[in-house]
């Protein structure tokens, strides 16, 4: 329907209960008038390249007078004249929006990338779309902010390939400085530089993955480059308790705490951890990442498991406890006064076990810290002659390859259904763990074997 392009005319046009209504005037081809059941727009419609393209042109306000249809009708004359040029107002728009937000992003700098990456949903693995963990955040912000501190406030477009690979380099060797000066062992590597690199080229990528341009806002070849100078192997911490060392280590937790502060909550909770090859957090708790101390109704005594609540890998994890174990905690169940687990006779919870670790170090030597006996667990599991599937299951690790020295480096890992081909066809069942916990629980809790000289064992 053909209509007049006056005011009167317009303005005599009905309102459709739903949906729109399209009018065209009289005066300028394929120039009309969109009425919803709540708004007016001016439209200009034609093909271009046989492709048909309905633009708006101006909202039409309630009290429109002659100057504003006149200003309209300019503009349409404008849009006719752009597609008589064989220019398209819409791909035109996008190409304008495009290098509006390339150029805005050529100011973002490394900082504001960081905190774009930290602030992101997990990218993969279990979880995914999740926010990230308070300690990822907290990992990314102490990291980066140590080891590119003099970048920070940089437009994140103008880090080239060798300013890359200058502080790669001068991270590690600060590294190598600061092992001279222990004297230890230079190795000329850096898991800091390793892990400042792969915090730069996530944040890069974000960037890139978050935007609507075709083009990458950072080249490819700068990413690349960011990639070859920090992609070694994951150096390990290889600290544990030596397998002769267990023994002593075990009596000195078990004797060493009569009379101290918290000494009864030390003692039990490093067996614990010792029998369990469980994480820090998921026994004490940790305030400044919002997990709670492990609680008594995560303990089943009866049915003799332990379930560890919203682990690293974003799942709970449940695990046999062996005998002895189970014993422990009958006698500590029987003095609580609180629901958390490791508290003291009147229901304070220690914030760190470092008082215990470190008291153990001045008896005995051998100076061991809660992740140190989570490789223990693991390095005990491992001479059990035990598969790797079913060591995953008790570390509860998510990685297709089990490095049983260390796991503090995996902040985002895989699901564990998704690690590997062969762990979707081998099914490891609960009661399968049951044999091998009390196996590591028999071997750590041994009674030390002596020579024929009388001396203990004390040997790695």
Known sequence: MKVKFSKGAIDALPRPASGQKIYWFEEGDGFGIRITPNARTFVF?????????RVPVCKVPVDMDTKFLNEAKAAAKSLAADFAKGVDPVAEKKRKAAEAARKAATTV???????????????????????KKPRTIRDIEKVTGKHFEKWLDKPVTSITGDMIAERHAEIVANADALRA?????????????????????????????????????????????VSRVGTGTPMRKP??????????????????????????????????????GARLGEVMGS??????????????????????????????????????????????????????VFSDETGRVPGTLRGGYEHIKSLIGVYATPHDLRRTFATVAEK??????KLKRLLNHTKANVNVADDEANNDNESISNADTTSAYIQISFDDLRE?????????????????????????
């Open 45 to 53: 419609e034609k093909r271009i390249d046989g492709v048909k393209r």
């Open 109 to 131: 700098t490394l900082r504001e990338a960081f905190q774009r990456y930290a602030c992101a949903g997990k990218q993969k693995g279990s979880g995914k779309g999740t926010a």
């Open 384 to 389: 059990m002659d035990m598969s790797e599937y």
């Open 181 to 225: 000066k222990t004297q230890k062992k230079l190795t000329g590597r850096s898991a800091q530089a390793d892990l400042a690199m792969r915090y730069l080229r996530a944040a890069m990528n974000h960037m890139n993955d978050s935007s609507d341009d075709d083009d990458p806002v950072i080249r490819p070849k700068i990413i690349r480059r």
């Open 287 to 340: 305030a400044e990442d919002g997990y709670p101390p492990l609680a008594w109704t995560d303990v089943d005594l009866e049915k003799r498991t332990v379930t560890f609540r919203n682990t690293k890998n974003r799942s709970d994890h449940t695990l046999p406890m062996g005998n002895a174990l189970t014993e422990m905690l009958l006698e500590r169940k029987k003095r609580s006064v609180s629901d958390v």
């Open 239 to 276: 600290r544990h308790v030596p397998d002769g060392k267990i023994p002593a280590w075990v009596e000195a937790v078990r004797t060493g705490f009569e009379g101290r502060d918290f000494g009864m909550v030390y003692r039990d909770a490093l067996l614990f951890l010792m029998l369990t």
């Open 436 to 460: 091998p916990m009390q196996k590591i629980e028999d071997h750590i809790l041994r009674k030390p074997s002596v020579d024929a000289d009388g001396t203990e064992e004390q040997s790695a």
